[in-house]
């Protein structure tokens, strides 16, 4: 079936560098890939997303590739500040219009 | 402000019990979702809604119900036949299917014992 899979599931950077999150997805018909930060006790919110007629697309220290070739997607995080601490989730639509599939999840922490 | 309002943040229930988890939304958005999350998991889709009075099954819908009377709700009812009930539960919202965004409330942590 459809299938998002991501990596690391933890991760641990120095404050100021950069922090990168890898997805991978099983179906080829997937076009729609968000990103979405979840900070401790709340709902996740998008922090980005990416439609699959473009290869990268970047807002502020955030960016986000996509290979459709490989089927894979990457979070881009530079500069990184303790505010981004959080669970970060990679999501794909999936062949259902109306089902998006999400990754596992990543921890992301930022050491001072 | 606009946006979606999960209730309570904490419920507490005894084994057998059936309980149902409120989310209402403002942002005038068509459909609406059920995620169920775990720790060290993805979220996963229990139920969703495109339109009042219709809805389908996701990927866990076992043991779960809901309702979509009004646009701005979409009540999660967990059933006694819910094996593993104890869980986080994250209702969001898009404007579309699929395509756009989805929403979401803060979510409700639900403990079974």
């Known amino acids: 079936g459809e299938n998002v899979e991501q990596h690391p599931s933890t991760l641990s950077v120095q404050e100021g560098d950069s922090a990168v999150i890898k997805c991978t997805y099983s179906d080829s018909a997937s076009n729609y890939f968000p990103w979405y930060k979840q900070e401790l006790g709340k709902g996740p919110q998008l922090i980005i997303d990416i439609r699959s007629n473009v290869g990268e697309k970047k807002d502020q220290r955030i960016a986000v590739t996509l290979n459709k070739t490989a089927k894979h997607f990457s979070l881009h995080i530079t500069e990184t500040q303790p505010e981004d601490s959080a669970v970060y989730f990679c999501a794909a639509r999936g062949s259902s219009a109306s089902k998006i599939i999400f990754g596992s999840g990543t921890r992301l922490s930022i050491r001072p | 402000d606009g946006g979606i309002t999960q209730s309570p943040k904490y419920l507490f229930r005894k084994e057998g019990q059936n309980v149902t988890l409120s989310c209402e939304q403002n942002?005038?958005?068509?459909?609406m979702y059920w995620y169920r999350q775990d720790p060290g998991q993805g979220l996963r889709l229990i139920y969703y809604?495109?339109?009042?009075?219709?809805?389908q099954k996701g990927d866990i819908a076992e043991g779960y119900s809901v309702s979509r009377e009004k646009k701005e709700s979409f009540p999660l009812t967990v059933t006694s036949a819910q094996k593993n009930p104890t869980a986080f539960y994250l209702c969001a919202s898009s404007i579309e299917r699929g395509n756009s965004p989805l929403h979401f409330g803060n979510g409700t942590r639900l403990t079974v014992t």
């Open positions: 942002l005038n958005h068509d459909a």
């Open positions: 809604s495109q339109i009042v009075n219709d809805f």
